[in-house]
């Protein structure tokens, strides 16, 4: 059994409903931000909010993007309705960031929306004003170990435990895995369904998968909720593991299975079928410098998760979209947190990444999507410097540490410009510090200082406004 997941055919009807609002001057635009774990969505999104709200209030915040979309004479948020999705509190993370001493924003537990409303000066084809055209863009958030439920759904429960049995038994997850392995391996082909197994199992499991995520820097971890259960909190459609083939006619076998299934089925209904069913524009960020740190087999695997998400998604437009309007047109690829390293290395940054995506860029780019990548810092906490290195004096960035306020000078060293050679990981990459953000003029309400998001909001959504 192979559920289907994504309903493929768009809704063409209220397509042709916002043919009609386009028409009116009245568009949406949905920006789907996908990012594993810890990759920089909230602070990516909070960023966007202040610097598009501030730009609509006058502030050159976003050069580039005015530079190819229309004049933009205002931003500001759509103010809260009846929806059933809580709201992404973009004033709440700018405060806190804004705030002495300044926080970043916690991990993100639940799935959240936000529109902005754009208004843009129009102008006719002879140079005539026309009325202001608004455009919605939506935007939402949403806990970056979720996504990796999305490749769930291409498998059945015997397939999903295979291949996570496979993959739990080799490199760097097989001590961790171990536990649980024996236990899972121990279970008779006629176990009985008794929830003190199934809760042993997935309590171990779980165990596993909090250390290969905060430990060692995996991201190819699923079920999404294990690791960040959400606001319904534990229930008992998440006590389920993947099952050895030996005990999968069980009893137990069976009642994990209705779970599996369960399981997916809760998550398709609360998170994914609202948010991955139809949008336009996708950025992906990639926090490709921590995956550096984190050693060969984290970054290989980011790779890997990114490419098996992307797997799953509706890129281009071929006949019937063009039709039906679904499908993602332009997808823009970030390295996220640039500002770590200097302004000499953020080139070779942009070329690690494209060669970490190599897989869902050409997915991208056959189906005819729009892909560019780019170096980015949503909110860019440091400043160029120098500093000696091995005798000479070599570019670095400094910037004051959230730990204990000091200014730091940070020499990253020498960022490949592709997926490095196995001599580079003999020696651990630099441990990315956490820096504390810069003092935000009047609250952020003036904007917030980036790297290349004006660069990137232009490639991805300037021909849409
Ligand atoms: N210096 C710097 N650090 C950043 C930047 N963006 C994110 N960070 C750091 O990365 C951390 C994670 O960023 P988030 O935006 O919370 O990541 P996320 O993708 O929302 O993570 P989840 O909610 O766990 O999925 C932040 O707490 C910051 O320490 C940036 O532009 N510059
Ligand atoms: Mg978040």
Redesign the pocket.
């Known amino acids: 059994m192979t559920p289907d997941p994504f309903r493929l055919i768009t809704d063409a009807a209220s397509r042709t409903g916002e043919a009609a609002l386009a028409l009116a001057g009245r568009e949406r635009l949905r920006l789907a931000v996908t990012?594993?774990?810890?990759?920089?969505?909230?602070?990516?999104?909070?960023?966007l909010v202040a610097n598009l709200v501030a730009a609509g209030a006058g502030r050159r915040t976003l050069p580039a993007l005015e530079a190819t979309s229309g004049r933009l004479r205002a931003a500001r948020t759509v103010p809260p309705g009846v929806e059933a999705t809580p709201r992404f509190d973009a004033e709440a993370h700018l405060a806190a960031l804004a705030a002495d001493p300044p926080e970043?924003?916690?991990?993100?537990?639940d799935l959240s929306t936000l529109s902005v409303l754009l208004t843009l000066r129009r102008r006719g084809i002879y140079g005539q004003v026309l009325p202001d055209r608004e455009v919605t863009l939506d935007l939402l958030?949403?806990?970056?170990?979720w996504l990796l439920d999305l490749p769930m759904f291409a498998q059945d429960f015997a397939e999903w435990s295979d291949a996570t049995l496979a993959r739990l038994s080799t490199g760097i997850r097989a001590a961790p895995a171990a536990e649980f392995l024996a236990f899972a391996r121990a279970l008779p082909a006629n176990a009985p369904a008794e929830d003190s197994l199934a809760r042993r199992g997935h309590a171990l499991y779980r165990a596993f998968l909090l250390d290969a995520r905060d430990r060692l820097g995996l991201r190819f971890l699923q079920p999404g909720r294990f690791l960040?259960p959400g606001p319904s909190g534990d229930a008992p459609l998440l006590w389920f593991f993947p099952l050895p083939s030996a005990a999968r006619e069980s009893p137990l076998g069976e009642l994990l299975a209705r779970r599996h299934e369960a399981y997916l089925r809760d998550q398709r209904d609360r998170f994914l079928d609202p948010v991955f069913r139809r949008f336009d524009r996708q950025v992906v960020?990639v926090?490709v410098l921590g995956a550096l740190h984190a050693g060969r087999e984290a970054f290989e695997d980011t790779a890997e998760a990114l490419s098996a998400i992307s797997a799953t998604l509706r890129y281009g437009r071929g006949w019937l979209d063009l039709l039906t309007g679904a499908g993602i047109a332009r997808v823009a690829f970030a390295a996220?947190?640039?500002?770590?390293v200097p302004e000499v290395s953020r080139d070779s940054l942009a070329s690690l990444l494209s060669d970490l995506v190599d897989a869902p860029r050409r997915r991208a780019e056959i189906a005819g999507a729009s892909v560019s990548v780019h170096p980015?810092?949503?909110?860019?906490?440091?400043q160029e410097a120098t500093a000696a290195h091995e005798g000479r004096v070599a570019p670095a960035v400094r910037?004051v540490l959230?730990e204990n306020g000091r200014w730091a000078t940070v020499d990253p060293g020498l960022v490949p410009a592709r997926r490095p050679p196995e001599s580079f990981w003999n020696a651990a990459y630099f441990e990315?510090p956490?820096?504390r953000?810069p003092a935000l003029e009047a609250g952020g309400r003036a904007g917030v200082p980036?790297?290349g998001l004006d660069g990137l909001l232009s490639t991805l959504l300037g021909d849409a406004l």
């Not at 970043?104 to 537990?109: D, F, G, I, L, V």
């Not at 958030?141 to 170990?145: F, M, W």
């Not at 996220?336 to 770590?340: C, G, L, R, S, V």
């Not at 980015?376 to 440091?382: D, G, K, L, N, W």
């Open positions: 990012g594993l774990s810890r990759a920089g969505k909230t602070v990516f999104l909070t960023s970043w924003p916690a991990r993100t537990e958030d949403y806990p970056g170990e960040n960020l926090d996220t947190k640039a500002d770590h980015v810092a949503a909110i860019r906490c440091t910037g959230l990315m956490v820096f953000p980036h790297l």
